[in-house]
């Protein structure tokens, strides 16, 4: 980060003149440093919902909004993408370099090995209702972690390691044991001689009738479509994270938080509102794409075309145009034809070629093809999300790793501008 001397920003409050310090990013953006604001003038800034506030200083991510471009540690995503496994992304975030051979083994070695669940932890699973949501599941299991593996609630400077490994390699068989307890299947145990992500899919759809193999198509489809979903610089999710894990809250409660923040249909969880939306189209002979389009562009109706729009992205979601190539390919490998894929197309075209939302720059983002893909692989609905979260983990970590090692970290406590009443006289008889 170069902080120039000049120039700065003028700022006139009541006839005074404040000089305020640009500090400029290593690809040229710029912020205002208010950081001095309050205790010069008095004044905070208003921007709710931090449209227009950096909360940090990043080395992982990179985001261009208005090319569309995205980089994990100066890597482009259709690179690591094209290139690398999961793994080699999740090693990549949270280390700050691809690992070489050797470290690339010994990486793949320590997922395994910490792959499994407590044993007393199976019987958790058995507690939840029938219908619980994943996401649920998900997060009240993340945080249970920290009850089995205490040290890194006492001495979280010297298990941080283990505890990164052991959430990336659990989060896995955490999601396929709730998978199993929806579907009330027998629970699957790791293997030591799969892969991250075909063990995940042998654990989700291995059972004691089919003996399910992992298909190396869909295998590694599965390590883009994570790699895709890997991090995303100050997102809702990561931001949470941060702000639990700035508290000095440990690593299991700050990503338990997060899974809960993706969840959210206008985070994470559009990805299972896109197929819920589509179906919606192809169940319903009266709702029409142009029917669609027309109720997202409706200010009275809160309906959104969920998988478009991003607060970043002024164009297309470079994630969006790879995972609509991986979508095509899983299905011609699957030879499946999901009607849900022609609506999908047929939406994009409709809304792109719509002055509402050419006007507002929205275009697919990261979720609006990333279900159909995971459809295709018999991934249900409900778990599109959870897929989500294991992609998001490496960058949560990565986030909350430079949040807690950084010169900026101070516990997350905005400001506000108070408009409630003035004060007033607690009358003593107030109940009557
Ligand atoms: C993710 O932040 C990240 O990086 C997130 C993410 C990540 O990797 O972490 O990329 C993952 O969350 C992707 C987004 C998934 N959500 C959806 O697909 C839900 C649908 N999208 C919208 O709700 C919306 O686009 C958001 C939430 C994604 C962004 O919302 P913003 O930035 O607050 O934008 P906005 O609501 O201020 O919209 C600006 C205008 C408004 O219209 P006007 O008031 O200017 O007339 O665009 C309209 C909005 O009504 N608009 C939409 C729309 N998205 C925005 N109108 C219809 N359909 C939409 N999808």
Request: proline residues 5%; contains cysteine.
């Amino acid at each position: 980060m170069t902080e120039h001397t000049n120039p700065t920003a003028k700022l006139e409050i009541d006839g005074k003149t404040y000089e305020l310090p640009i500090i400029e990013g290593t690809q040229g953006d710029r912020a205002i440093d208010v950081r001095a604001l309050r205790q010069n003038t008095g004044l905070v800034t208003y921007d709710p919902s931090y449209g227009n506030t950096g909360s940090c200083t990043s080395n992982i991510t990179y985001i261009n909004g208005d090319k569309g471009t995205l980089w994990y540690r100066g890597y482009s995503i259709d690179d690591l993408a094209e290139h690398c496994t999961f793994l080699d992304v999740a090693y990549l975030l949270v280390h700050g370099f691809l690992p070489n051979r050797k470290e690339r083994a010994n990486f793949s070695q320590l997922m395994n090995t910490h792959s499994m669940l407590h044993e007393d932890m199976r019987h958790f699973f058995n507690l939840f209702p029938e219908h619980a949501h994943p996401m649920a599941m998900l997060s009240a299991m993340v945080v249970t972690l920290s009850t089995f593996y205490p040290e890194m609630v006492a001495n979280p400077d010297e298990s941080i390691d283990i505890t990164v490994t052991r959430l990336l390699s659990k989060i896995r068989t955490i999601a396929a044991f709730a998978y199993k307890k929806m579907k009330g299947h027998p629970i699957v145990y790791p293997r030591k001689d799969l892969s991250y992500c075909a063990n995940f899919l042998n654990m989700m759809f291995w059972t004691p009738v089919n003996d399910y193999k992992p298909d190396p198509v869909i295998v590694k489809a599965l390590n883009q479509l994570l790699i895709l979903q890997a991090d995303h610089e100050q997102n809702c999710s990561s931001t949470v994270v941060k702000a639990v894990g700035s508290s000095g809250a440990n690593l299991y409660a700050s990503i338990s938080a997060g899974v809960s923040a993706l969840w959210g249909p206008l985070h994470g969880g559009a990805n299972q509102a896109v197929i819920e939306m589509l179906e919606s189209i192809l169940s319903d002979p009266t709702l029409t794409v142009q029917k669609v389009i027309e109720r997202a562009k409706d200010k009275d109706d809160p309906f959104r075309l969920f998988g478009f729009g991003h607060r970043v992205y002024r164009t297309y979601d470079p994630r969006a145009k790879i995972a609509k190539k991986i979508c095509h390919t899983i299905m011609t490998h699957l030879g499946v034809k999901d009607s849900l894929l022609d609506i999908a197309q047929e939406l994009e075209a409709a809304a792109l070629a719509d002055p509402y939302f050419q006007q507002r720059h929205l275009y697919p983002n990261v979720d609006f093809y990333t279900g159909l893909s995971y459809r295709a692989i018999g991934i249900p609905t409900n778990m599109f999300t959870v897929l989500f979260a294991i992609g998001r983990l490496p960058g949560w970590i990565a986030q909350w790793l430079e949040m807690r090692d950084g010169t900026e970290h101070r516990i997350y406590r905005p400001r506000q501008i108070y408009v409630g009443p003035d004060q007033r006289k607690l009358d003593k008889n107030w109940i009557q």
